[in-house]
């Protein structure tokens, strides 16, 4: 299992590439994607009947999740369309004694994380997500200065709650639970009760200042309280996020301080009456310096800060 430590400079690529993606080649339904012969998925079993399906490092492609049942097997995510191929292979290869995919469980609205759901809503699979994300993929959406087109009907969730939805199956119960307004309006955390792993999506990216879609309900005190109710899991759980290897409380504790400090420091700079260039002229504490990457730096997250704190997001 990779630290948080570990997501330095080809994490920091993948993230730049997860943005591009988004702006460009993803926005659409496999337009101009690469020759899905490219994307080369590796399989891990995380815990029994569950297997963590995932694209290379590099890659900008979501994490995907696959629970074997007798039933069926439950995907939390379809990762991007153009890896659906790929999935569809490394699902094949799984030892599940009933390979149809029957449930898909999105984590969000973002393409890198529901762009096959319609490949498989299309083979009979119930798409389930929380009430927002419908309602993003229902329309066109404005995401970092582009037009994300609707999702075609197909693809959109046909099952969706509000707070919590539970699946009960012979080998285990999934929970799927609503974050409110943290990496979006609409994030779900799946937790698989029994096997102690939960899919926590970009609630956590690795060990970098964190991007919420504020354009469509993130938030960054939303993201800091979904950190908190995840630290009151077990210490043994795992917790599979939307891009890299799984990781432990002791990851989501480190975020969390590099949170409550960004916007303790925030708070008593701007009660002192200071500016924001003068709160980004101070920075930080030397120990968050590796956490900026080409796509958030320093100054950029310190504005963000500065923005929800001038704002009265809750402390």
């Keep these: 299992m990779r630290t948080s430590g570990c997501f330095c400079t080809m994490r920091e ?21 690469p020759n899905p012969q490219t994307i080369a998925l590796h399989t891990t079993r995380v815990a029994q009947d569950l297997y963590l399906i995932q694209p290379p490092p590099d890659s900008e492609d979501g994490n995907v999740l696959a629970f074997c049942s007798e039933e069926g097997v439950l995907l939390s995510d379809t990762g991007l369309s153009r890896a659906v191929p790929q999935l569809q292979q490394a699902l094949q290869a799984l030892p599940c004694q009933t390979k149809s995919v029957r449930y898909v469980i999105n984590s969000h609205w973002h393409r890198d994380h529901a762009g096959g759901n319609m490949t498989f809503a299309n083979a009979g699979a119930v798409i389930i997500a929380h009430d927002e994300t419908r309602r993003f993929m229902s329309s066109d959406q404005k995401l970092l200065g582009s037009t994300v087109s609707a999702y075609p009907e197909s693809a959109r969730p046909s099952v969706t709650f509000s707070t919590s939805l539970t699946l009960h199956f012979k080998n285990g119960d999934v929970i799927a639970k609503h974050s409110f307004n943290a990496h979006t309006a609409g994030d779900v955390v799946t937790s698989f009760v029994q ?13 970098v200042f964190p991007w919420v879609d504020a354009a469509h309900g993130g938030t960054l005190t939303g993201l800091r309280r979904s950190i908190e109710e995840l630290l009151h899991q077990p210490d043994s759980a795992v917790f599979v996020p939307g891009h890299g290897d799984p990781i432990s409380k002791a990851e989501l504790n480190t975020m969390a301080q590099m949170l409550d400090e960004s916007f303790a420091i925030i708070r008593q700079g701007t009660s002192q ?11 930080l504490p030397e120990r968050w310096k590796s956490w900026q990457w080409e796509g958030m730096s320093t100054s950029a997250w310190i504005e963000n800060v500065y923005n929800e704190t001038k704002n009265g997001a809750p402390q």
């Excluded at 096997?195 to 060990?207: E, K, M, R, S, T």
């Excluded at 500016?275 to 101070?282: A, F, G, H, M, V």
């Design 273 to 283: 009456g200071l500016s924001l260039k003068q709160l980004q002229d101070k920075g």
């Design 13 to 33: 690529l993948a993230l730049l590439l997860l943005l591009h993606s988004l702006l460009l080649n993803s926005i659409g339904y496999a337009q101009n994607a």
């Design 195 to 207: 096997q102690n792993v939960l899919h926590i999506a970009d609630i956590y990216y690795g060990a």
